[in-house]
């Protein structure tokens, strides 16, 4: 938790990180290889230069290494897990339900712990879906719509397998359904991650609230447009938010642009984690201004305020997180720490 200089508490919900293992013991072909290095690009070409990780230990790191850079360092109070499986390049898949879960029971009240699905695997995985439910209590889904699956290269939220899984969602009170749709990764296909196929879904089913991670980038205006007219679309920061560091004027016209479009409210952090570390981005974002042209052309407003809905409020509302008795119950946490 951070202490802005007149003593308030500024809540954070880090809504997008990840625990990976994207070892060459678990890669199962070149294409393990070619994805955790494209990771790593963005990793060292967006990140300070103080913040680097030698390339051996972000392609598998610990568990306690990820309580450490998001919670103790980090600044951050409470973490959702995206998980990401790519069963076609690792033996193991990518992500673990298990792992995230084990490290949830470990400190309880830090995490939450969404799933995934993939609508190709058709009836099968519809069962699996419930059983998951079942099983780890989802509210939410991570979809990878440029995934692999045998000789698919990815499939679209307007499929009609696809809206089958979302019904069972909704049928099930998975509510939040977040979607990489956003920069491409080696050697995924960049056109199956196009923000298109949103509008539909998010039309077809009102009642379920659509995270699209990365803001749709570098489809920006898609998204917006997209956005405005489905207001249970909501836009989730991870990427876009990391350009404060190299492109802060970049950055500036994506935020602004949101602002404009959305409203404050639909807007949520997260620090795409392990590709970055939440420290320095949430210590820029607070410290961050909108240019005054941008400001003036926009007429958005990005003060304290706002940047408390995007950095907590926003994602609390949708994952029922009272955020005062939050931070009582974190209080008593071994992780609990100020950053002034």
């Not at 519809?126 to 889904?141: A, H, I, R, S, T």
């Not at 989730?236 to 802060?248: C, D, K, N, Y």
């Not at 400001?295 to 409020?313: M, N, P, R, S, Y």
Request: glycine residues 6%; charged residues 30%; aromatic residues 14%.
């Amino acid at each position: 938790m951070i202490k802005t200089s007149n003593g308030e508490e500024i809540f954070i919900i880090d809504a997008h990180i990840a625990l990976w293992d994207g070892s060459k013991e678990n890669q199962l072909n070149i294409h393990g290889e070619q994805f955790i290095s494209c990771f790593y690009d963005y990793h060292k070409n967006l990140s300070p230069k103080e913040y680097w990780w030698p390339k051996n230990e972000f392609v598998k790191y610990s568990p306690e290494k990820l309580v450490n850079d998001v919670f103790i360092e980090g600044c951050v109070d409470m973490a959702i897990f995206q998980p990401v499986l790519l069963k076609e390049f690792y033996k193991n898949g990518f992500g673990n339900f298990e792992a995230n879960e084990e490290l949830a029971k470990k400190y309880p009240s830090r995490f939450i712990c969404n799933g995934t699905f993939d609508p190709r695997h058709g009836e099968r995985g519809l069962e699996q879906l419930e059983e998951n439910k079942e099983k780890y209590n989802w509210q939410g889904v991570k979809l990878y719509t440029a995934d692999w699956y045998g000789n698919s290269k990815g499939y679209k939220l307007s499929d009609d397998w696809s809206k089958r899984y979302l019904e069972k969602c909704q049928e099930l009170g998975i509510r939040n359904i977040h979607i990489h749709k956003g920069p491409t990764i080696t050697p995924l296909n960049r056109d199956a991650f196009d923000v298109a196929d949103v509008d539909d879904a998010a039309s077809c089913f009102p009642e379920l609230n659509f995270i699209v991670e990365h803001v749709g980038l570098p489809r920006l205006e898609d998204f917006c447009w997209i956005a405005t007219q489905e207001k249970n679309v909501y836009a989730g920061l991870a990427v876009a938010i990391a350009l404060i560091h190299t492109r802060p004027r970049y950055f500036a016209q994506i935020i602004s642009e949101l602002l404009y479009w959305l409203d404050e409210d639909r807007i949520i952090f997260g620090s795409d984690y392990a590709i970055w570390e939440p420290k320095w981005i949430i210590e820029k974002f607070l410290e961050f201004e909108l240019p005054e042209d941008i400001q003036e052309e926009t007429g958005v407003t990005l003060d304290l305020e706002v940047k408390k809905k995007i950095l907590a409020g926003n994602v609390a509302r949708l994952y029922n997180i009272d955020i005062e008795k939050q931070k009582e119950k974190l209080k008593n946490c071994k992780l609990y720490k100020y950053t002034a």
